[in-house]
């Protein structure tokens, strides 16, 4: 029983480092990254795809991606998929690809995504503890209800605690890597 609490607390706590890593992918870092689009939509034949279903991304050059399309009719699609981003990338279009060419990015701008890293990092301790706050509740009802000693649950609490606090560590280590990466001149 406290096996099955804490196999699906450390569940949801993967996924919120999953979540978090994600969400960080789609930060920009002066690097080209394939993950900076992963979260474009394209409107094509009155549908909606993300980019990676309409279109091949690739990385040629270290600041520099290229996105060659499936079918040649949609690159106008893409593009205004892209504007509508707010990546602040101006697509460059030759007629079979598109490019992006990744700015270098300002002192201010690093600063503003460290920011913004940190208040994610933050979102992700904060539901890694909401995850711990819902298994103590589960263990104190557990022990309320008799189906376990108090022994139990003072076992299960720290367990959960060691737990909590492992990947706490992980969502640091994270955001601190996705911080260097941003700082990265």
Known sequence: MIRDLMQDAESRMRGAISALESDLGGFRTGR??????????????????????????????????????????????IERAILKSNLGIMPNNDGKIIRLNIPRLTEERRR???????????????????????????????????MITEDDLHRGQDDLQELTNNYVKKVDTIGGKKEAEIMEV
Do not use: C
Request: proline residues 5%.
């Open 32 to 77: 080209a990254s394939v993950h900076l689009l992963d979260r474009i939509v394209v409107e094509m034949y009155g549908v909606e795809m993300p980019l990676n279903q309409t279109a091949v991304v690739s990385v040629p050059e270290p600041q520099q991606l290229a996105i060659r399309p499936y079918d040649a009719n949609a690159i106008s699609a």
């Open 112 to 146: 503003d995504l460290q920011k913004m890293v940190g208040r994610r990092v933050e979102e992700a301790k904060v539901a890694i503890r909401n995850v711990r706050r819902d298994a103590l509740n589960d263990l104190r009802d557990f022990e309320n209800e008799k």
